[in-house]
Nanobody, 123 residues
């Protein structure tokens, strides 16, 4: 069982930046594909970004503004969010996929989820 704990959410003005962190409780963190998703109330959870240690992949809506990265020594994945827009407002979740080496945008492929952290972007 892997526990994921997100942090770093908050309130920011449009155009600002935030960095989300997700700490994982596993010694084999480097073997997981890590992803970020987000969900607005009343909407489906949507893919934001993922990385498997070798490649990264982004949703078109965040490409060029968000950057996913990981620090295997700290068992942590990050999501740097720049040029934030009001439409980025959502609860952001990190997720871990044990299918080694594969990047997937489908939430059902991920095995473990964090509790979520709220990001609110004011206009």
């Amino acid at each position: 069982q892997v526990q994921l704990v997100e942090s770093g959410g908050g309130l920011v003005q449009a155009g600002g930046s935030l960095r989300l962190s997700c700490a994982a409780s596993t010694r084999t963190f480097s073997l997981y594909t890590m992803g970020w998703f987000r969900q607005d109330p009343g909407k489906e959870r949507e893919f934001v970004a993922a990385e498997n240690g070798a490649r990264t992949y982004y949703a078109d809506s965040v490409k060029g503004r968000f950057t996913i990265s990981r620090d295997n020594a700290k068992n942590t994945v990050y999501l740097q969010m720049n040029s934030l827009k009001p439409e980025d407002t959502a609860v952001y979740y990190c997720a871990a996929d044990s299918a080694r080496g594969i990047i997937t945008t489908q939430m059902y492929d991920y095995d473990y989820w964090g509790q979520g952290t709220q990001v609110t972007v004011s206009s």
